[in-house]
């Protein structure tokens, strides 16, 4: 719509904050960012962080309305934003919006996704990704399977452009915890192999996600052989976090066990995003489509269906 | 035989070490323990160790011949016993004894087991403390199923006194490192609830092995659970740590489903294996046998077929 102001739409995490100034039909036409994740905010001010964070661009548009997704909207945030029960879409979780004041407007905060049960699951922050990947790739939006790479993978169900159900993955928490304190990591360390280096073997990543798809041993037998193979004098000391990351991402599409038939993406940053990549070629899937940041997207279509863009 | 000199038999681990002085038929005379594993060995001196420990028993007895379990036969120990390959009984480890000049007389050493094929596993000390629960409850020679829960659980199949074929569950090591090093330890921390307290709460354990027993998630997705169930308020953060002890232990029967037919051994400490009978009647499997402290009756079982006692 002419003249109406751009949106500020931010990503706040739990370590980091990214805040972009949104035009005309979504289009970024600024942004900032600062290390200051709800567990860094200076002085815990949020309020503050805020005005420091946005007050250049406030002061060219006053009336702009401002939206944030992430942990900012935790218990341990700013404000809570209770989880919407899925299946959620955009309408869902437009409608679940919660303003906090900001001393220049409100606030509105995105709120996370619970899927109920006797095991229950959350999300906060992904729900927001997901949409934008959706609007990036609508063919997307009828039925596919998502996966959000990280300290704690997610792998969500789509249909309709709604977050049908979904499941966590402790891999990335996995990988650091048994790397820095567990026997597993002593003979990367050894080898003065930097864990996570960009030349990652893929010979050695791709036999760990091949032992867990072959194996019926089960993740906490299967992480032993990544000592006992190098005991052996069968697998290189150096190449044994890249068999661990293996195992771990195996892990997830043994048990996801996603159909080929439905389209797969994987969110997030792509030198991680590539191994996911490559263990569904090791499960006989196509390779999932990379999205490599569609947060702002997402904030805007949730935005646009809450009438603020 | 009368006049014959006691046997000198050591369990000599990573962390501590126990000297036994056997007498007819096995029976303990007299014990010694000292935190002197081989990674805290004083000076790094295991002769000086040995001497220490058992200098006023040679004196007493100076022809008594010497045999020792444990980490002591390892590449890090005081000289290394090859694996031998499983299957192996008392008499294949008999034959592979390794010994090492003590500078009163040599110290035999029991080699671990090795299993072999794509995926390795090895044992070392396990062999010894499993022959001696087999001389200790001869009813379990023929066919049984023997769990040494720990640091690093192993779960041995037994036929005709022999070691058949084994593996190897991370259970106390993944347990250690997501208490003190994951978000998962963070609830219970908060609570102030000591990990591995005597007041286990046996309904937050039961709980987690029967989710492992009753799910198709998978363990690095159910680990996920322990966080969820305190965020949805359904788990007390007290509970926690004994929820996760469930999810781990519930694992290893899940995997290694044990056949009801066969009987079933743990050995070890009374309050651990305590956890591991109440996951058998979870499983539906009878109550494993407790047998605690095996390792000098194993000991006297290899020496005795080695003709050294």
Chains 1, 2 share one sequence.
């Not at 900012?72 to 679940?96: D, V």
């Not at 996704?113 to 990947?133: F, H, Y």
């Not at 195992?247 to 080929?260: K, S, W």
């Not at 006989?284 to 947060?295: K, M, Q, S, T, V």
């Amino acid at each position: 719509m002419t003249g109406r102001p751009p949106l500020l739409a931010l990503d706040w995490g739990t370590s980091s904050v990214r805040a972009y100034l949104l035009g005309t039909d979504g289009a970024i036409m600024d942004t900032r960012a600062e290390p200051w994740g709800i567990m860094h905010t200076p002085g815990g001010d949020f309020a503050a962080a805020f005005t420091m964070l946005t007050g250049p661009w406030r002061d060219r548009f006053p009336d702009m309305k401002a939206i944030a997704s992430g942990m900012i909207g935790s218990a341990q945030g700013w404000r809570e934003a209770p989880y919407c029960e899925a299946p959620a879409g955009a309408a869902e979780l437009a409608a679940a919006l919660v303003t906090v004041g900001t001393g220049n407007g409100p606030l509105y905060l995105v709120p996370g996704v619970r899927r109920g049960g006797k095991i229950p699951n959350v999300m906060r922050g992904e729900e927001t990704q997901i949409l934008g990947a959706l609007s990036l790739a609508p063919d997307l939006e009828k039925d596919s399977m998502v996966i959000l790479p990280g300290t704690h993978s997610k792998w969500v169900s789509v249909h309709e452009s709604r977050i049908m159900d979904f499941a966590t993955y402790m891999t990335g928490e996995l990988f650091a915890v048994l790397r820095d304190h567990s026997i597993l990591g002593r003979p990367a360390k050894a080898a003065q192999r930097e864990a996570g280096a960009s030349e990652i073997d893929w010979p050695a990543f791709e036999r760990g996600a091949s032992t867990v798809r072959d194996s019926a041993e089960g993740l906490s037998a299967l992480l032993f052989s990544t000592r006992t193979l190098v005991l052996a004098g069968l697998m290189e000391p150096a190449h044994s976090l890249d068999y661990l990351s293996g195992l771990l991402i195996g892990e997830e599409f043994r048990v996801a066990r996603p159909e080929t038939q439905r389209p797969l993406t994987v969110i997030g940053d792509p030198a991680l995003c590539a191994r996911y990549q490559r263990a569904a070629s090791l499960f006989g899937l196509p390779a999932p489509r990379l999205i490599e940041n569609p947060c702002a997207t997402g904030l805007w279509r949730i935005a646009t269906m809450a009438g603020l863009a």
